[in-house]
């Protein structure tokens, strides 16, 4: 109960944070004075962003395993969680080496890159963090220090994820769709 | 009225007192504490360090603009002294006070052991006090290595372009960038576990209607620094790619815009204002009721104006901006909600008169501040609604005027009100009176130094002079104003002497208190002074808004009534 008012309280403050980086990611959409222009050179992240919303899914199925008692079911959907994760994490990363070094756009070229790096870097480092969690937590799993009463944490590291998955709706439609 | 208590059992089982322990140990005792008592003490002794530091750069601020073409320091350190000055009192003297009081009472008032998450408690004061050292660190290492230090000189809003690479050479802006940017995650752990404590820790019977008003301000407080620190974050980490990586967030020569750094510093700056009075409004809505012997006028009033106060601040930013120019629509937009913001805060000056009205008034030294704070309150507002009306801004905008009427809300309501919670609540801290003569004399020094100072100083803003300028010609007609204003620190500087000295001389030489010195009503009182680490042995039933006038007259409870 605590843990859950808690993390809601940790969701409202970064959510304060992402809502300024949106709002200058609109504002300056379109007003860089230099290419490239993300018409030019963003793709949508089709593949990676399945991976981060199904491991959402993969995350509750986990929490209904470890409600249930079962801990091996819980290590094998938080593993699958885990690799979601970083599979989105290596795909960013894939796409801001082409965008660098293919289409010379960096976090100084124009103002698009500054709002676009920050912004999804700034989410990328909330799924490192996550991701960081969930590994301590595998680990945790693997030696077997995780059991059934540790449902209600477990619970609240899975807000975090949700809304780690939920900022990514918000940030892939500004930057992909809205301001093309 | 100390001898008007032994009415109530005591509900805990007092202590034994320790022997004397060795001073390492009891040093290392207070560094790794968890216990929300000592950490607010330590928030509160941290800010009132900061206020003196704060204080000091005022001094010689107004030293400075005694008389006109005065040379007494550099126009260098001019400008460091008041971005020193307002990022120290809001951040750091402001802020771990009212942090500190919120930490000390709030699990007291709802019958808790502690707060939500102890550690957490900590680790938030430990950064904000981090956030500190960074910022005067400056004074050392503000060049890096290549010369003497030097400290922020930004002014504590620190618009954009000034901060650009090209205009703020060194590190001092970083200084400030960083220390901020730490303090600010301190405060977030505070805000989330005030509001936690609140939400979940509350003891038997205590529901979110029989809260005392001061845990109510104060879990508003929290949730104004949950969803108000964030943009200063956001702001501050734009500033640091502008500086270190090369963005153009406020980079005006690539498309970037220096007035959005306007909007996001004021979209917390404005919601922080009030993160700092609504606790202060606290003090005064638990000490006015003791002080009258009557119960809080408009109780359910006073809450909803609170809940108001802390919707309608988020969305009043921008009449800090009124002098850049913006559109119509964005003006009457915010001349209007600025103006809405009057109404609760009327309505509260107006509950705290009803609950003096008619009362058996005692002027004790916490009474006389918060009367006071109330008087001061009125003028405060009426001030900023002369400056929530556009033109009247355009006029007074950034004049010495604006420096008078936020002042007036910052000292006048905000340090009164953490004056008269000092003298209320430092028998619970410590179990020790305060002097009253003592505490008589702070109080009319200080009030005179306020007024001599604030009411004077919005006389040359009215005549022009504008703030932040380093000296001034004579035959501006400013000169002789300004050295009364100067006059008026002498008197206040004074007042806290008094002040610090009782606090001293209290602790050691004070008259003891007993539980429950004031004849009050909330849980607090309850247990000894100073309470044992748990608290509470038992915790305390909650049937009413006032428990412990319950508990001391059951033939007449208030529960019948409520």
């Known amino acids: 109960m605590r843990g859950k008012v808690g993390m809601w309280c940790l969701i409202v403050a970064e959510s304060s944070i992402f809502c300024i980086f949106v709002v200058a990611y609109l504002y300056y959409a379109g007003k860089s004075v230099s290419g490239p222009t993300p018409a030019q050179v963003l793709h949508v992240p089709i593949f990676a962003s399945i991976c981060l919303f199904s491991s959402s899914l993969t995350i509750v199925l986990s929490e209904k395993a470890i409600h249930r008692g079962n801990i091996k079911q819980f290590g094998i959907f938080w593993f699958l969680t885990l690799a979601l994760g970083v599979i989105f994490l290596v795909e960013t990363g894939i796409e801001w080496h082409r965008l660098i070094y293919n289409e010379g756009l960096t976090i100084s070229t124009n103002l698009f890159g500054t709002t676009y790096y920050s912004l999804v870097g700034l989410h990328a480092f909330h799924v490192t963090v996550g991701a960081i969690g969930l590994t301590i937590i595998l680990l945790f799993t693997l030696f077997g220090a995780v059991k059934m009463e540790h449902a209600g944490r477990i619970g609240v590291f899975a807000m975090y994820w949700h809304f780690v998955d939920a900022i990514w709706v918000v940030v892939l439609s500004v930057v992909y769709f809205i301001a093309r | ?562």
């Open chain 2, 1 to 562: 009225m100390a001898e008007a208590q032994p009415i109530v059992p005591p509900l805990v089982i007092t202590p034994e007192r320790e022997g004397s322990r060795p001073i390492v140990q009891v040093l290392h005792d207070w560094i790794v504490t968890v216990d929300h008592k000592r950490l607010g003490i330590m928030y509160f002794c941290y800010g009132i360090l900061a206020l003196v530091i704060g204080g000091i750069e005022a001094s010689i601020m107004r030293a400075q603009l005694a008389v006109a073409n005065n040379h007494l320091v550099s126009p260098e350190t001019f400008n460091q002294m008041f971005t020193m000055h307002g990022t120290t009192m809001i951040f750091f003297a402001a802020m771990p006070i009212v942090f500190g009081i919120a930490n000390y009472l709030t699990p007291l008032m709802i019958g808790a052991r502690d707060m939500a998450f102890p550690r957490l408690n900590a680790w938030g004061f430990w950064m904000t006090a981090l956030g500190g050292i960074i910022l005067y660190f400056s004074f050392v290492g503000g060049f890096g290595l290549y010369g003497a230090g030097s400290a922020p000189d930004v002014g504590w809003f620190a618009y954009a372009p000034l901060t650009s690479p090209a205009f703020s050479v060194g590190h001092s802006t970083d200084y400030w960038t960083i220390g901020l940017l730490i303090s600010g995650f301190g405060s977030i752990a505070t805000g989330l576990n005030i509001m936690t404590t609140v939400l979940c820790m509350r003891g038997p019977g205590m529901k979110l209607g029989r809260m005392p008003m001061l845990v109510w301000l104060n879990s508003v407080m929290a949730f104004l620094v949950l969803v108000a620190i964030g943009p200063l974050t956001a702001a501050q980490l734009m500033l640091l790619i502008d500086r270190y990586l090369g963005g153009h967030f406020f980079d005006t020569q690539a498309g970037g815009s220096a007035v959005i750094w306007m909007h996001f510093f004021w979209i917390f700056g404005h919601p922080e204002v009030y993160i700092l009075v609504l606790p202060a409004f606290g003090i005064l809505s638990e000490v006015i009721p003791v002080f009258s012997r009557k119960p809080i006028f408009g109780y359910n009033i006073m809450v909803a104006a609170t809940i108001a106060i802390g919707f309608i601040s988020l969305s009043v930013w921008a009449h800090h901006m009124f002098t850049v120019g913006m559109t119509s629509y964005a003006n009457a937009f915010f001349v209007a909600s600025t103006a809405a913001i009057a109404v609760p805060t009327g309505i509260k000056i107006f509950n705290w008169i009803g609950t003096m009205w008619g009362g058996k008034i005692t002027f004790t030294t916490p009474m006389l501040f918060s009367v006071a704070a109330v008087a001061q309150m009125l003028i405060a507002g009426l001030t900023g609604i002369m400056l929530a009306s556009a033109p009247f801004d355009w006029q007074l905008g950034n004049s010495y005027f604006v420096i008078a009427h936020f002042h007036y809300v910052i000292l006048g309501v905000i340090v009164f009100g953490v004056f008269a919670a000092s003298y209320y609540w430092y028998p619970k801290v410590t179990g020790r009176m305060m002097s009253e003569t003592l505490g008589k004399c702070h109080f009319w020094l200080f009030l005179i130094g306020f007024h001599v100072t604030f009411d004077f100083m919005h006389v040359p803003g009215l005549l022009g002079m504008p703030r932040r300028i380093y000296t001034y010609e004579a035959s501006r007609g400013w000169e002789g104003w300004n050295l009364i204003v100067s006059i008026g620190v002498i008197f206040q500087a004074l007042g806290v002497l008094f002040w610090v000295f009782n606090v001293l001389k209290s602790y050691f030489k004070g008259k003891i208190a007993g539980n429950d010195p004031w004849d009050a009503w909330t849980l607090e009182w309850s247990t000894t002074s100073p309470p044992p680490d748990y608290n509470y042995a038992e915790l305390p039933v909650v049937r009413s808004r006032r428990p412990l006038w319950d508990l001391k007259h059951p033939e007449d409870p208030d529960w019948k009534y409520e």
